[in-house]
């Protein structure tokens, strides 16, 4: 009975979801761009299955469905911006914090943290911290240092900087973005040192 009225209660979220989604796709009166997706034949009748209970086409369902994962998708990745400078904690809190949350560090966010240590002026592209961290794609490193900036925040009680939105922006706890011919990431100073005094480098 419990599974069930869980499976009700987020089936009613993604319906909410999907609406205003759609609201807003009405509102901006977007020009349409065809594309082909393959799903195996069980993904297939879910989406037919849950397109009807909303009562709507499985073409309109699923765009909804494809506009609703970007949007999630952009806010876990946490895209590069230039921001404004945001007070960040000193080297010594930052090593409180790694210490605290250090059972919860991933292999692939050592080995991140590492090869950006060890980069000239520890400054690398996203790309290349992804290869040394055995990631297959530059958005895991994003996403990880996106990770990564709230929980040492969520220790600390740190608000996170922001992006020029107004939305948080957790990756630049850990690091500096600038663009010239690709994105660049530089590892706060203080991130740094705070590195150096709990052993992770």
Request: proline share 4%; net charge neutral.
């Amino acid at each position: 009975m419990m599974l069930i009225l869980i499976q009700i209660l987020i089936l009613y979220l993604v319906m909410n979801k999907v609406r205003e989604l759609a609201h807003k796709v009405l509102q901006r009166q977007e020009e349409s761009v065809r594309f082909s997706i393959t799903l195996t034949k069980t993904d297939n009748l879910r989406l037919e299955k849950l397109a009807e209970i909303i009562g709507r086409s499985k073409s309109a369902f699923c765009s909804e469905l494809i506009s609703a994962a970007l949007d999630d998708f952009e806010t876990v990745i946490d895209t590069p911006e230039c921001e404004t400078d945001s007070p960040l904690p000193s080297a010594e809190k930052y090593a409180k914090a790694f210490n605290a949350i250090a059972d919860k560090l991933t292999e692939g966010h050592r080995a991140m943290l590492k090869a950006h240590y060890h980069k000239q002026n520890q400054t690398s592209t996203t790309p290349e911290l992804a290869k040394a961290a055995g990631y297959e794609h530059f958005g895991a490193v994003n996403l990880q240092y996106a990770r990564l900036g709230e929980m040492l925040a969520e220790y600390l009680n740190w608000s996170l900087p922001q992006h020029s939105d107004g939305s948080p922006f957790p990756t630049a706890f850990i690091v500096k973005w600038h663009k010239k011919d690709f994105w660049y990431c530089t590892l706060h100073p203080q991130v740094v040192q705070a590195m150096k005094m709990v052993g992770l480098v």
